[in-house]
């Protein structure tokens, strides 16, 4: 199996600057697209960003220009480097990880971090 330990939520004034971290571990034989949702209370979960390789990324209209997201594979590991952040950018964001493992045999496996809250308050 896969697990996934997300860090880097906090409080931050509108204009400021955070980084999340999601590092995955397991049996991991390769990881596919990684990417960060999140979900405001009262609203959907929505994908912010994705990258489905070093040399790819998919960012969602509200958070292009001042969202990064950015992977170690060595370290299986993904990054998020929010910028400017905004009081609508308050949330409780999701790591995804989709990967191949080779526990038993060889399967794709979706995983989801518990989570961690992004405040934008001044």
């Known amino acids: 199996q896969v697990q996934v330990v997300e860090s880097g939520g906090g409080l931050v004034q509108p204009g400021g600057s955070l980084r999340l971290s999601c590092e995955a571990s397991?049996?991991?034989?390769?990881?596919?697209?990684m990417g960060w949702y999140r979900q405001a209370p009262g609203k959907e979960r929505e994908l912010v960003a994705s990258?489905?390789?070093?040399?790819?990324?998919n960012y969602a209209d509200s958070v292009k220009g001042r969202f990064t997201i950015s992977r170690d594979n060595a370290k299986n590991t993904v990054f998020q480097q929010m910028n400017s952040l905004k009081p609508e950018d308050k949330a409780v964001y999701y790591c995804?990880?989709?990967?191949?493992?080779?526990?038993?045999?060889?399967?794709?496996?979706?995983?989801w971090g518990q989570g961690t809250l992004v405040t934008v308050s001044a």
């Open positions: 990258i489905p390789s070093s040399s790819n990324t």
């Open positions: 397991g049996s991991i034989f390769r990881l596919n697209t």
């Open positions: 995804n990880v989709r990967a191949i493992v080779s526990d038993v045999g060889y399967r794709n496996v979706e995983v």
